[in-house]
């Protein structure tokens, strides 16, 4: 039966996520370590929720299901080249994709993009109501926080894991993307590409350029080839999501398309053009894969990765 509320926050102790073996430190196929790692962070949120009950604890699970688990590979697999295995890293793992949860949530609201799809399910504000996304979306950044430090690195790691994600989250990455982002629908220039540049590198690259962090992070380093990989990623992911607005069937990409153009957005299309901004991407996906070099063969996953971030189609 599940536990009241009030009644678990005086649980002295909460109960261990049990390991029942040890993974190694083998390099898998892309889809293979995708699907793999998106099980595992799954498995730790709900695990994190098991004795919860109520809308909100249900509202957290129903946002972080059905998605790629991009975020969390990518915690994993940059984990394990350096030297941590997946039972080590999937805390990390889970939190990244709980607070980006969190933040496509909060995003759907009618206060902010005002969505009614979301992974081609309806959007939590539309399948309970707005005071349920809030505070799921509030409940899923705390929940991040909570996660990491039961990542399996040394605490002052595990320190340097959650100052860097409050960092990259709030008013210096992901929100202070999304505030420029607001304030663009009514500013009376539209942006330039340097100024959607920095936005984007805000708003989706902080979170992804975190995750490609997590492995360092972990092993103690604060500068690491995977700090260039992840800043060219996020861009790349960014401009293939501006892509995905114009080519992209709502069916397929699982929320709406065109809201861009319809609102009249500057976005990568409509500063470089269709093709300019594909060739853009390809680009950047390149210069992600030449700053891995360092790690040979072990990194090939990552840069099937980054082929993957612009050949998707959702």
């Given amino acids: 039966m599940a536990m009241p509320l009030g009644q678990l926050l005086w ?90 949860a969190y933040s496509l949530v909060h995003d759907d609201l009618p206060c902010m993009d005002d969505d009614d799809l979301r992974r081609g399910q309806p959007t939590v504000h539309r399948k309970w109501d707005e005071a349920t996304a809030v505070l799921t979306g509030d409940a899923l950044q705390a929940l991040a926080f909570q996660l990491i430090a039961q990542a399996g690195c040394p605490a002052e790691a595990r320190l340097n894991l959650s100052a860097a994600l409050a960092i990259a989250a709030g008013a210096h990455g992901m929100v202070g993307g999304q505030a420029m982002d607001i304030a663009a629908e009514t500013a009376d220039m539209p942006l330039t590409l340097d100024e959607i540049t920095e936005l984007q590198a805000g708003k989706t ?53 065109g809201k861009d153009a319809d609102a009249g957005k500057a976005t990568f299309v409509t500063l470089l053009g269709l093709q300019g901004a594909k060739d853009r991407a390809t680009q950047l996906v390149a210069e992600a894969c030449d700053a891995l070099s360092c790690y040979g063969a072990e990194a090939e996953t990552l840069k099937e990765a980054a082929q993957f971030v612009i050949a998707r189609r959702k």
Avoid at 24 to 34: G, S
Avoid at 82 to 98: C, K, L, M, N, W
Avoid at 221 to 245: E, K, M, N, R, S
Wanted: glycine share 10%.
């Fill in 205 to 257: 690259g902080a979170l992804i350029r975190w995750s490609a962090m997590v492995g360092p992070r972990m092993a103690g380093l604060h500068h690491d080839p995977l700090d260039v990989y992840g800043d060219c990623l996020g861009l790349a992911f960014q401009i293939a999501d501006d892509v995905l607005d114009v080519e992209g069937d709502a069916a397929e990409v699982g929320k709406a398309v």
């Fill in 11 to 100: 649980m002295p102790e909460l109960p261990k996520f049990e390991v029942t073996r040890v993974e190694d430190l083998t390099r898998k196929p892309f889809a293979e370590a995708l699907a793999n790692a998106a099980a595992a962070a799954q498995g730790r949120i709900e695990f994190s929720l098991l004795q919860l009950s109520g809308p909100i604890p249900d509202a957290m699970k129903y946002a972080t299901a059905g998605g790629k688990g991009l975020r969390a590979f990518l915690a994993m697999e940059s984990a394990r080249l350096h030297g941590f295995d997946g039972v080590r890293a999937s805390p990390a793992a889970a939190a990244i994709e709980a607070l980006h």
